[in-house]
């Protein structure tokens, strides 16, 4: 269970969030939805150990999951500016997280499943923007976070990409994993029938899950 209490972030005068609570249950996918500005990265960047907040708590099975203590190997993140070394390869750098996550390389079928099988050995400044994304969504999910953060994850994927990642985030809600994901698309959000987290002013409106 993810429990977020009363998190508040300030930048300067800026107030960005004030207040912020909600919780996700293993397997339920989440969409944070706001304006631009509205604190979006902010939240999933707290949530991701990336920055600090200013006051409030959020806990994982009730571990804290803020703080330099907290239990990163559990947590997937992938940023919207995802940009990993140029010089790496897919496979290494999938090697990488596995080794930093104590965790095992994904299998043959998992790689394939989002369509990375081909380009592994090809530098990471060599692929294309939908292909880095589905390779730092794929790193995101080794070894089976109880919890995934994603930043925009469909930005830069084309129709077929969008259809792979609905059904790469159905699967790992399937499998228990809680799905957090900020996003401007609504057919995503209803494609996956995720319940609506909205940031409004530095707080969130609860809403029903979207059924497109």
């Not at 080794?99 to 380009?119: H, M, N, Q, R, W």
């Not at 994901?181 to 940031?199: N, Q, S, Y």
């Amino acid at each position: 269970m993810l429990v977020v209490s009363g998190l508040a972030k300030r930048f300067g005068r800026k107030r960005v969030l004030e207040g912020v609570s909600f919780e996700g249950a293993p397997g339920e996918l989440c969409a944070l939805v706001g304006d631009n500005g509205s604190g979006k990265s902010t939240l999933l960047s707290i949530l991701a150990g990336q920055l600090e907040a200013d006051a409030g708590d959020a806990t994982l099975d009730g571990t804290s999951i803020l703080g330099r203590s907290a239990p990163r190997s559990r947590i997937g993140f992938v940023p919207e500016a995802a940009n990993p070394p140029g010089r790496m390869t897919g496979g290494q750098l999938l090697a990488l997280v596995a080794a930093l996550k104590a965790a095992p390389v994904p299998d043959e079928a998992a790689i394939a499943a989002l369509g990375l099988d081909a380009i592994l050995d090809q530098p990471i400044a060599s692929l294309s923007l939908g292909q880095r994304r589905r390779l730092c969504l794929r790193a995101a999910l080794v070894g089976e976070p109880a919890l995934l953060l994603l930043d925009e994850p469909s930005n830069g994927l084309d129709i077929d990409g969008v259809a792979v990642l609905s059904k790469t985030l159905e699967d790992a809600a399937t499998a228990g994993t809680i799905v957090v994901l900020a996003t401007h698309d609504r057919e995503l959000v209803a494609r996956l029938g995720a319940r609506i987290l909205e940031l409004e002013r530095g707080s969130i409106r609860d809403q029903a899950a979207s059924t497109g």
